[in-house]
């Protein structure tokens, strides 16, 4: 089992920065890609981005390509959501999950689909506001 605790969230201005982060207990995420989604009210969860925690390889949505990054701290068994440049769209709950299918599949299906993830966090509510 892993258990996700997600931080960081709050209020931040328009163009603003935040950075979360996803804390992993019970496994090593090393087996594990750790994706990020997000959830506004009314509609459905929709994929950020991922990484594959052993390898550091990260991917990213085209909403938020070139504005969020995402990196894994190994010693914390840790993953951060670095976020800048916030738009009005940016509002949600953000979730972090975790899911070995894509790193024994190779599939890109399994990092962007949130039903395929099996461990969550209990999500973080970030809110972009002037």
């Known amino acids: 089992q892993v258990q996700l605790v997600e931080s960081g969230g709050g209020l931040v201005q328009p163009g603003g920065s935040l950075k979360l982060s996803c804390a992993a207990s019970?496994?090593?995420?090393?087996?594990?890609?750790v994706g990020w989604f997000r959830q506004a009210p009314g509609k459905e969860r929709d994929y950020v981005g991922a990484?594959?925690?052993?390898?550091?390889?990260?991917y990213y949505s085209d909403s938020v390509k070139g504005r969020f990054t995402i990196a894994r701290d190994g010693a914390r068994n840790t993953v951060y959501l670095q976020m800048n440049s916030l738009k009005p769209e940016d509002p949600a709950v953000y979730y972090c999950?975790?899911?070995?299918?894509?790193?024994?599949?190779?599939?890109?299906?399994?990092?962007?689909?949130?039903?395929?993830?099996?461990?969550w966090g209990q999500g973080t509510q970030v809110t972009v506001s002037s």
């Open positions: 999950a975790a899911d070995s299918k894509y790193i024994t599949t190779g599939s890109y299906y399994y990092l962007i689909t949130a039903n395929e993830y099996n461990y």
């Open positions: 019970g496994r090593t995420l090393n087996r594990y890609a």
């Open positions: 990484i594959d925690f052993n390898g550091g390889t990260t």
